[in-house]
């Protein structure tokens, strides 16, 4: 039996036996993928012929147009280009990313899908790094909440090398600030009702006004209410377009909880997570870790749509190979910067 999907109403499982029942192999994850792919229906590349295509039985992933006969791969274009991988665990690396709240490690992704080699499952789950990342993305702080911009250093201890930042890796962030109307029974709402909405994250080369500000002028609408510490980097942001609110901070927890409280929260929330789940991580990949945190955090409402989401974002963007991962040729699809 043929598995079909609507392209109009695209499904997602919402527990393990649901995901085994929509896709129980690879000819039902080629009929997902073909529909996020053409909304419409299928469409030759070649003659421009549209209707329902010749399919292999042997290799759910090519079709081949009844006009020119013309073979597509379903995977030419997306993350998962030129991989040998089946389709079934591609499609399982993108269920567990998105809907397990910690995400997933490569060790414990090769040792759930039985994988022969920790490589393939480090690749895939870069792979699907690249796409978590909405190509041509908006910028956030358009609505009538103000955004939080802060930096911090991310890194292990750096022993017998004395005070400073050695080793480490500079990181900013702006974080939407939004305020719930929603009252939970009698309590107060936490953080006095404020909830973090949209988040970007990113390396930064350094502390300067240029990288600091270019960043939020990548990530933030101009006209945007921004607060951020008293740090002299930020001080061009108001003739660069922005309501700037610089708060001088003086180490106070308080008055860091009054002004900062979601970007500071969502800093120890990202050193948790690379600690607990990963057990750190270099320098040369945190970029794509990054994107990963971000993009389940801007779902953590929806966790399981998120698995539909990626596999739409997914096929859209390139990914980087094995060898463009650890060479430094590959470009970070959000900051465009390479690996290294």
């Not at 690879?26 to 209707?51: K, Q, T």
């Not at 930096?151 to 400073?164: A, D, F």
């Not at 989401?309 to 963007?317: A, H």
Request: contains cysteine; positive net charge.
């Amino acid at each position: 039996m043929t598995t079909t999907f609507s392209r109009d109403n695209l499904p997602f499982p919402e527990s393990l036996p649901e995901f085994q029942r929509l896709f129980p192999d690879d000819a039902a994850c080629a009929a997902y993928l073909e529909a996020i792919r053409w909304r419409g229906g299928f469409v030759c590349g070649g003659c421009g012929a549209a209707g329902e295509p010749y399919r292999i039985k042997t290799r759910p992933h090519v079709l081949v147009c009844r006009k020119c006969r013309k073979e597509t791969r379903l995977t030419v274009g997306t993350v998962m280009q030129d991989s040998h991988t089946p389709l079934s665990i591609w499609f399982w690396a993108a269920y567990l990313v998105s809907s397990l709240t910690p995400g997933i490690s490569a060790v414990q992704f090769q040792r759930q899908l039985g994988l022969s080699r920790y490589e393939t499952a480090f690749q895939i789950l870069h792979k699907l790094r690249a796409g978590m990342v909405r190509p041509g993305r908006d910028r956030i702080g358009g609505g009538d909440g103000h955004v939080e911009v802060d930096e911090v250093w991310i890194g292990g201890e750096t022993r017998g090398q004395g005070r400073g930042v050695h080793g480490k890796t500079l990181v900013a962030a702006a974080v939407e600030v939004c305020q719930s109307k929603k009252r939970i029974g009698k309590a107060a709402p936490r953080r006095n009702g404020k909830y973090a909405g949209r988040l970007r994250i990113e390396v930064v080369p350094d502390r300067s006004a240029e990288s600091l500000c270019g960043f939020v002028e990548n990530a933030v609408e101009s006209g945007a209410l921004i607060v951020t510490d008293g740090y002299q980097g930020y001080n061009t942001l108001a003739a660069r377009g922005y309501q700037h609110v610089p708060v001088v901070l003086d180490g106070d927890p308080a008055t860091t909880d009054d002004f900062l409280p979601i970007s500071h929260l969502v800093f120890s929330n990202l050193k948790t997570w690379l600690r607990g789940c990963h057990h750190g991580v270099s320098p040369q990949h945190l970029q794509a870790y990054l994107n990963e945190f971000a993009f389940r955090f801007n779902r953590r409402f929806y966790p399981f749509n998120a698995f539909r989401s990626l596999l739409g974002i997914g096929g859209q963007v390139a990914a980087p190979t094995y060898d463009g991962l650890y060479s430094g040729e590959w470009k970070h699809p959000t900051c465009g910067r390479a690996a290294s």
